[in-house]
């Protein structure tokens, strides 16, 4: 038994046992800081080649992409059941009759299960909001909102276009509705200190989000960041420093968020920095190790809320 909440473990507790994956969507939405509405070329980080996997294309049909999706992970994870994930660029920056029309296309297969949207909070509405509040009354339907980080100078720094503010204010409009939230956040910013990075697990668990994706900043190939990079070099994580870095990030991270992802991978041929030489595999099993070789586990730092301590359910696994 891990000693954090993984996902993999909140999928099989909650489709009784029963292996979900998520199957990647390119929709063809776009990004206000793409299109000139707040800037061009999205954050300064932005490469979204970095993370597509190659059956991911808007060239094809959602129902195609849906379809090529659980084909490829029924073979390669007997997966049974499926997330709609719609990943690129941000998902919910349509009409929302745009917007119902995807995502409706992409619950017609009877093995998808729900929508994991990725979407950043400026760009939600009340009127959307609604639309996955409906879809929430008979499917899974979680919001991931892009934070990157709580502090404003770093929000400026890779020109994400909003600030702390709007994240908190499209939570506030989310929850409470049937619909699962979460935040995405990288650590790592030249911006902050060592102790601001860490310090963010106690700002995110004071936040109503049940669910986290974290990774480390990576320096990604034709991006404003690598150019920045080039100019001014700045301290990126080591492997080791990682691996530590996480297992304290989840001591204080509140025990009952699920954990989507610890760390980002990316293909070789457009990572400049860090490069551990570890696959994901390796990433893994290193986290768990050290979580075991300090005895600890998620939550073990976080004044938590009234059940929602970790102890009684990662303490035990040994």
Known sequence: ?????????????????????????DAGFTCPNRDGTLGHGGCIYCNNDSFRPSSCKPTLSITEQVENGINYLKKRYKAELFLAYFQPFTNTYAPVDVLERSYR???????VMGLAIGTRPDCVDEEKIALLEEIARTHFVLVEYGLQSVYEKSLDFIER???LRTFLDAVELTKGRGIHIGAHIIAGFPTETAGETLAMAGSVSAMDIGFLKLHQLQIVKDTRLAAYYAEHPFKVFSYGEYVDFAVSFLERLRGDIVIQRLFATCPDDILI????????????RDIENRLAERDTFQGSKCSALPGQTAQGRFKAAS
């Open 161 to 163: 276009g909003h600030g």
């Open 105 to 111: 296309e992409a619950l017609k297969n009877p093995a």
């Open 1 to 25: 038994m891990r000693r954090y909440n993984s996902f993999s473990s909140f999928a099989r507790d909650h489709w009784d046992g029963r292996r979900l994956q998520k199957v990647n969507i």
């Open 273 to 284: 920095a860090p490069q551990w030489g570890a696959d994901r595999y390796r990433i893994l």
